[in-house]
């Protein structure tokens, strides 16, 4: 059972450059997450999606956009990177609004350095 | 808008000992409350969920208690081990908004052999 996976773990870019990270999860959740880890910062959500078709801006949505393709796979999308967006991103799932909220499950995380 | 902070930033205890991590919140109109463990370079492991009706829940050697009146949770790991060596996060929802959460910064521990 692999939760959820994230691709790629690592990746640098110039500034300006654009680029998806991608995730997809296979416990067949509802909602779904995407999150930048700063030092100092902690964990911010910068998007999140409720379900399949609907999405929502979280904290720090500014610089970036995102996809739910269908109920497995959210992306992320970088449209001209910015220094100030190296960060440690992180997706997650979850299922939300049955009788009892289910955990958030983390990915490993994509490591992204923009020069 | 919510907070969450937890106190102590790092803790540093020898292996046997029990220890107590404490999260607090500023607005107690939760929907739960997870704690999660980080280790370095990787990504968060759900530890426990506390719905907002319950008052504590147990995995093992963890404990963790949720006190909404006050806005306070604590993470209990007994007879600790240099393996649990992480650091730990909580994460509230609130009642509104229900598929967002807030996390605090964590506390790094260390558990000495």
């Known amino acids: 059972n692999a939760g959820v996976t994230q691709t790629p773990k690592f990746q640098v870019l110039k500034t300006g450059q654009s680029m998806t990270l991608q995730c997809a999860q296979d416990?067949?959740?509802?909602?779904m997450y995407w999150y930048r880890q700063d030092p100092g910062m902690g964990l911010r959500l910068i998007y999140y999606s409720a379900s399949e078709g609907t999405t929502d801006k979280g904290e720090v949505p500014n610089g970036y956009n995102v996809s739910r393709l269908n109920k497995r796979e959210f992306s992320l999308r970088l449209e001209s990177a910015a220094p100030s967006q190296t960060s440690v991103y992180f997706c997650?799932?979850?299922?939300?609004?049955?009788?009892?909220?289910?955990?958030?499950?983390f990915g490993d995380g994509t490591r992204l350095s923009i020069l | 808008k919510q907070e969450v902070t937890q106190i102590p930033a790092a803790l540093s205890v020898p292996e046997g000992e029990n220890l107590v991590l404490n999260c607090s919140f500023t607005?107690?109109?939760?929907?739960?409350l997870q704690w999660f463990r980080q280790d370095p370079g990787k990504g968060l492991t759900s530890l426990l969920l506390i719905q907002s009706s319950q008052r504590e829940q147990t995995s093992g050697r963890l404990n963790a208690s949720l006190d909404k009146s006050s806005g306070r949770s604590t993470l209990y790991i007994a007879a600790s081990q240099p393996g649990d060596s992480a650091t730990y996060l909580c994460a509230v929802r609130q009642e509104t908004n229900a598929g967002k959460s807030t996390f605090g910064d964590g506390t790094t521990l260390t558990v000495k052999p």
């Open positions: 997650a799932s979850s299922e939300v609004g049955t009788a009892r909220d289910q955990p958030q499950h």
């Open positions: 607005d107690s109109a939760i929907y739960n």
């Open positions: 416990m067949n959740h509802n909602s």
